[in-house]
Antibody, heavy 121, light 107 residues
Framework: HVQLLESGPGLVRPSETLSLTCNISGGYINSHYWTWIRQPAGKGLEWIGRFYVTGVHNYNPSLKSRVSMSVDTSKFQFSLKLSSVTAADTALYFC???????????????WGQGAPVTVSS | DVLMTQSPSSLSASVGDRVTITCRASRNINSFLNWYQQMPGKAPKLLIYATSNLQSGVPSRFSASGSGTDFALIISSLQPEDFATYYCQQSYTLPPTFGQGTKVEIK
C-alpha cells in the first residue's frame, strides 16, 4: 500500500524559498510521475508540476520560473522548491503519485495528507 | 489552459437522494476526465478516472459519464459519508486543471 507523507517548514518568509519533501513508502519510486499540487485555504486545487526519476519533468507555466523538483531514489523522497514566495503561495501542499490506465489516461492515484505552508514575515 | 467549470458550486441534499454534478471543459478533452472527493482537511480521493471507470474500492453508487466537453458525476443514493466537495480534473493536456469544486451539504 503506497503511502506519501509531506514534510517541511510551515512558515516561510516572503522572497525566500519554500522547500518541501515527500516521503514515499510502499511503492516503487523508479516508476510513475511524482506530482505536487496545492490548495489555498477554502479554494480549489492547482497543479504545480511533476517529475519522473529519469529527470523528465513538467511544470505549470504559471510557476515554471520559480519551481524545481527532484527525486532521491536512495531516500525514497520527492522534493519541491518554490523560490521568491509571496503571500499568494500560502496553501496546503500535497504530493501525489500519478497513475496511468491504458497508456494514455493519467490521474492522481495516491495523495499525501498535505503540508500547510504560510508565507509571512 | 483548459478551463473546467463545475455546476452547481454547492448543493443541499438528503440521504437517499440522487445527486448529479456536471463539469464542462473549455475545449474538447475526449474522455480524459477524472473525479475526486475531498473531505474537509483531507487530501482528495480518486473516485473515477477516464470519464467512467470506478477506482478500486469506490462504492457502485458512484457513476459518471460524458465525452468531449460535457461530463457528469452521479451519486445514485446519497449516503452520510458522501457529504464532501467533489472536483473534476482534465488530463487531456498539460497543465492538468481542476474544476472549482462542488460542495455537497446536508439538507
Amino acid at each position: 500500500h503506497v503511502q506519501l507523507l509531506e514534510s517541511g517548514p510551515g512558515l516561510v518568509r516572503p522572497s525566500e524559498t519554500l522547500s518541501l519533501t515527500c516521503n514515499i513508502s510502499g511503492g516503487y519510486i523508479n516508476s510513475h510521475y511524482w506530482t505536487w499540487i496545492r490548495q489555498p485555504a477554502g479554494k480549489g486545487l492547482e497543479w504545480i508540476g511533476r517529475f519522473y526519476v529519469t529527470g523528465v519533468h513538467n511544470y505549470n507555466p504559471s510557476l515554471k520560473s520559480r519551481v524545481s523538483m527532484s527525486v532521491d531514489t536512495s531516500k525514497f523522497q520527492f522534493s519541491l522548491k518554490l523560490s521568491s514566495v509571496t503571500a499568494a503561495d500560502t496553501a496546503l501542499y500535497f504530493c501525489a503519485r500519478e497513475g496511468e490506465a491504458d497508456g494514455d489516461f493519467h490521474f492522481f492515484e495516491y495523495w499525501g495528507q498535505g503540508a500547510p505552508v504560510t508565507v509571512s514575515s | 489552459d483548459v478551463l473546467m467549470t463545475q455546476s452547481p458550486s454547492s448543493l443541499s441534499a438528503s440521504v437517499g437522494d440522487r445527486v448529479t454534478i456536471t463539469c464542462r471543459a473549455s475545449r474538447n478533452i475526449n474522455s480524459f476526465l477524472n473525479w475526486y472527493q475531498q473531505m474537509p482537511g483531507k487530501a482528495p480521493k480518486l473516485l473515477i478516472y477516464a470519464t467512467s471507470n470506478l477506482q478500486s474500492g469506490v462504492p457502485s453508487r458512484f457513476s459518471a459519464s460524458g465525452s468531449g466537453t460535457d461530463f457528469a458525476l452521479i451519486i445514485s443514493s446519497l449516503q452520510p459519508e458522501d457529504f464532501a466537495t467533489y472536483y473534476c480534473q482534465q488530463s487531456y493536456t498539460l497543465p492538468p486543471t481542476f474544476g472549482q469544486g462542488t460542495k455537497v451539504e446536508i439538507k
